[in-house]
């Protein structure tokens, strides 16, 4: 065999083995290209969560604010003599009644209002 003909393959060789190593090189830019567009965008996600979670809580303090103003408004109108009509203690009944079940106050708080309401 000539020495030229030795060295055609291994040129091909080598020529093969740059240009797999170009495009490994190449995939892997392209590969943290994506990796950290995929970043950007969690981060971005995580982000709009933590403002929605701080609008929700924000809400959930005005409500209970709310509702605070409302049990401090009951017991005035719980405290109100037995002898009102049926239909006045029947609506304190139905606004104790609301508060219970917010959670506003125990069942045993509830039973205790209404019997003070009824006079019994």
């Not at 240009?19 to 892997?28: D, I, Q, R």
């Not at 604010?65 to 009102?84: F, N, R, V």
Request: net charge neutral; aromatic share 4%.
């Amino acid at each position: 065999m000539s020495p030229m003909r030795r060295r055609g393959p291994g040129l091909f060789v080598t020529a093969a083995v740059v240009g797999t190593t170009a495009y490994v090189a190449t995939s892997a830019a392209s590969n943290k290209s994506a990796q950290q567009q995929a970043s950007a965008q969690q981060q971005a996600a995580t982000q709009q969560q933590m403002t929605d979670l701080q609008t929700q809580q924000a809400e959930l303090a005005a409500q209970q604010q709310a509702l605070a103003q409302q049990a401090a408004a009951l017991p005035a109108a719980a405290a109100a003599p037995a002898g009102d009509s049926f239909d006045e203690q029947l609506v304190q009944i139905q606004k104790l009644s609301a508060m219970k079940d917010q959670g506003l106050i125990t069942e045993d708080e509830f039973n205790a209002k209404k019997a003070q309401i009824l006079g019994i």
